[in-house]
């Protein structure tokens, strides 16, 4: 990042159309701002960024990009195929391997990028673009140097320098980019018998776990049906821009019912095929690679030989900086593009460790829960237990005494009576235990006395609720009041009305006598 941010000053705003017609030619005719393309290094190798076509992680393609190589030797030989040549010779009938030399490539990322015949050359015209450009002959070669200098320090774009000579190719990877810096990649662990391999697929993860049967029985067509093999989903996880890493291992069983795993480079260089690789491009995937671990050599020769365009100085001192050497290694970052893929990962990993976090943080709460009522449970049976100590000390109790009935009282048993009455009298002596007692007891008493005085004193009621209460207490007064003086007013009219009835019937009684 220092060296990103130091890069900063050589980096002005791009300069306008009128700049490029001050050396006669027409617009565009230096390449702008870049007329080549890169693309984004693999999520899962030790490169950074390459040119166009292929990145070239796993050996074949070349590899001019800023990177480690196309890979740790060549491979040759003939391709295997299934069924009779994809294994290693150990007996087993699907993956036996015809005669072939071939070298772990792993991804391509150790050899020496491949040279021109005339890298002197291409050195000396780069020199000249930036110091020295005789296309114009006058003043204006000068502008065009600097304008050349300011070109190789973004990383792109064409050096003009001489009207019978091409343009240098200004790319990323050229040591006078300033955008560079160097950041650290865990090291894989997983052997090459264990036979795991990666396939990035273009699509969602919840869409690859919803169809995760269907993609293995999709796999299993491409390594040719064979029904001694076997798919097997080691795990998924999530990349950015809507990608899931899957990673796969094969089991063959052999007849006398034995299996092994078919080792990850044997599995890798099937996938690399040309039909296979169709094959699962169709199924979405876009990029496959092996999961082994690095030997000691290709790490000592990683680490001896510095990347294109990096400073020597800067590798060694990104080596001396490594936190975990034994986890760790340097990898080269190229371009903004690079650094954005890194931080969406970075991104992507926070996010999938605190999802992790939040699964433990609610484990820890469920035990928390689980932990309350184990205690409330040991609380609980630690009580039974003692009241069923003591129900059984009684039943002891009755039991001797009826065994012992009738019988006269023994000496060890006098002996015990007797030290029972001493303790007894220790107990009730008034200057010695149960004087304590007492004196503790009352202390407790008055404790608790004066406390319930001090919490009656600090009891007080705030004047605004007071008020509030008083008026509540008031509105239910006046409510009985009116009550009372309705049901009073319906006694008497009910007196009216039992007194005029009782006055119409005296007086029919009279005429019908």
């Known amino acids: ?18 700049f490029l017609k001050l050396f006669g030619a027409k617009t565009g005719g230096f390449g702008g701002f870049g007329t080549t393309s890169t693309t984004a290094g693999s999520a899962f190798s030790f490169s950074a960024p390459t040119n166009t076509g292929t990145t070239g992680l796993f050996g074949g393609t070349q590899n001019k990009g800023f990177g480690f190589g196309t890979g740790f030797g060549t491979t040759t030989g003939t391709s295997t195929g299934l069924g009779t ?36 050359n291409q050195l000396i015209n780069t020199a000249s673009a930036l110091s020295a450009p005789t296309l114009l002959g006058d003043e204006r070669d000068a502008i065009l140097a600097k304008w050349n200098q300011l070109q190789a320090f973004w990383g792109t774009g064409k050096g003009y320098f001489n009207n019978n000579i091409p343009p240098v190719e200004f790319t990323q990877e050229n040591p006078f980019c300033r955008f560079k810096a160097v950041g650290y990649s865990c090291m894989p662990s997983n052997k090459d018998e264990d036979g795991l391999v990666v396939l990035v697929f273009n699509k969602k993860e919840t869409e690859i776990r919803s169809q995760q049967q269907q993609l293995v029985e999709s796999l299993h067509k491409v390594l040719g049906g064979n029904q001694t093999l076997t798919v097997n989903v080691e795990g998924t996880k999530t990349l950015p821009d809507d990608q899931t890493e899957v990673v796969i291992y094969v089991v063959e069983r052999s007849p006398n019912g034995t299996s092994r795993r078919v080792p990850a480079t044997t599995l890798y260089a099937h996938f690399e095929q040309a039909n296979i690789k169709t094959q699962l491009q169709q199924l979405g ?48 970052m190229v371009g903004f593009k690079e650094l954005l893929r890194r931080l969406k990962v970075q991104d992507q990993m926070t996010k999938q460790h605190q999802t992790r976090l939040d699964i433990i943080s609610e484990d820890i709460s469920e035990l928390q829960k689980n932990q309350t009522t184990s205690v409330a ?3 609980q049976y630690k009580r039974k237990l003692m009241d069923l100590s003591h129900r059984t000390l009684q039943v002891l109790i009755k039991q001797e005494i009826q065994r012992k009935s009738g019988y006269a009282i023994q000496a060890d048993e006098e002996q ?17 235990f149960k004087g304590r007692l007492n004196e503790l007891m009352s202390q407790i008493r008055m404790q608790n006395h004066f406390g319930a005085v001090r919490s009656e004193e600090r009891y007080y009621i705030d004047a605004d609720l007071l008020r509030e209460i008083k008026q509540h207490l008031k509105q239910q ?18 007196k009216l ?10 007086i029919r009684g009279g005429v019908f006598s």
């Not at 993956?95 to 015949?117: K, V």
């Not at 001896?304 to 080596?319: L, S």
């Not at 009372?484 to 009219?493: H, V, Y």
């Open 497 to 506: 009305v039992e007194h005029g009835l009782n006055e119409t019937i005296h």
């Open 416 to 432: 015990l009576r007797v030290q029972l009455d001493t303790i007894q009298g220790e107990l009730n002596a008034p200057t010695q």
């Open 285 to 332: 995937v876009t990029l496959s690679m092996t999961r082994t671990e690095l030997s000691p050599a290709q790490i000592k020769q990683l680490l001896q030989n510095p990347p294109a365009g990096v400073d020597p100085i800067i590798w060694e001192q990104a080596k001396v900086d490594n936190p975990d050497s034994e986890k760790l290694i340097p990898v080269p």
């Open 377 to 379: 449970k040991i609380a």
């Open 1 to 18: 990042m220092g060296l990103i941010r130091r890069a900063s000053s050589f980096c002005p705003t791009p300069p306008p159309l009128c």
């Open 85 to 120: 040549g994809l294994g290693t010779g150990l007996g087993f009938g699907g993956f036996n391997t015809q005669q072939q030399q071939q070298q772990t490539t792993l991804g391509g990322l150790f050899s020496q990028p491949a040279q021109a015949p005339t890298q002197s």
């Open 477 to 494: 007064q006046e409510g009985l009041s009116h009550l009372i003086s309705i049901i009073k007013d319906d006694l008497e009219d009910i």
